[in-house]
């Protein structure tokens, strides 16, 4: 009886002890955003030639990579899959009711409130947000963080925060493209492949894209950056373990970013059309 009860004891002080650690580890977290989002001013000053650098290197890519264009030449070949898989889906679904007219604004409407968003998010978070987790996770188990801490080098605001700034200025270019290659290639293969009348197809297309949902779209697709440049570049700055400990890193980062951008989309979608929807039939 004893034994019994020492050891549902200690079950329930690991339970708790791993209970706490969760709670220390979102604490944790959390404080590292603060003094990331406050450093953005402090990367703006003293570290602008690196932010510069790290747009050039998260566009077009380096090495091998800038040879088909970066993380922008990426996105806009997976939203080029995903705008013509709207084409096929919405074809098909709508002729089956004799509705196929409205492939125009299944393009218009899906394209700009999920599609397009979502796939740069994935997008930017397989790329850009992995190689920012690498490159700190390397440098961290380099010790060249501690290195720059040394000689008086604001860690924070030139590892973390530029990699966020500019993983925001990033987003504006990948995310043009990323609508404009979706609304290419729901268009081709509805008109081209499918052989409906371009004049439908426009008529539908241009009646159904409101303007300010192309806003709120290209706002959800800054908000997604900005919190998985946030996750990435903690990860990476707190990976530990050696080249084992940074591959692990990368994982759970994109993993974390994915799920965190996913909610984004949804409070963002939420609080835009939860309501009313932004969306009328008629006209």
């Not at 925060?161 to 268009?187: D, E, K, N």
């Not at 994109?254 to 609080?271: C, D, E, F, G, Y």
């Amino acid at each position: 009886m004893t034994a019994h009860s020492t050891t549902g004891r200690i079950r329930l002080r690991r339970t708790l002890d791993g209970w706490a650690e969760s709670w220390n580890r979102i604490g944790r977290q959390t404080k590292f955003y603060g003094y990331t989002i406050k450093g953005i001013g402090t990367a703006f000053v003293y570290y602008r030639v690196e932010i510069v650098r790290l747009v050039a290197q998260m566009g077009l890519g380096a090495g091998a990579l800038a040879v088909i264009g970066g993380t922008i030449a990426i996105v806009g070949f997976l939203t080029l899959s995903t705008g013509a898989l709207v084409a096929v889906q919405g074809y098909n679904q709508f002729s089956s009711i004799g509705v196929e007219a409205l492939t125009g604004f299944a393009s218009a409407f899906f394209n700009v409130r999920l599609i397009a968003p979502l796939t740069a998010g994935v997008g930017m978070a397989a790329t850009i947000g992995a190689g920012a987790t690498a490159q700190l996770g390397a440098m961290r188990i380099n010790e060249e963080i501690d290195a720059l801490e040394v000689i008086g080098i604001r860690t924070i605001g030139y590892l973390a925060s530029a990699r966020v700034v500019a993983g925001v200025i990033v987003v504006i270019p990948l995310y043009c493209v990323a609508v404009l290659m979706s609304f290419l290639a729901a268009r081709v293969g509805t008109t081209f492949i499918y052989g409906q009348s371009t004049g439908v197809y426009d008529h539908y297309f241009r009646t159904f894209l409101n303007p300010v949902d192309l806003i709120w779209s290209f706002l959800q697709a800054v908000a997604m950056a900005l919190v998985i440049m946030l996750v990435h570049t903690y990860y990476g700055f707190t990976a530990s373990g050696g080249p084992a400990g940074v591959g692990e890193a990368v994982g759970r980062a994109v993993r974390t970013s994915l799920i965190v951008a996913a909610l984004v989309t949804v409070m963002i979608s939420l609080a835009v059309y939860g309501q009313s929807g932004n969306f009328n039939l008629s006209g």
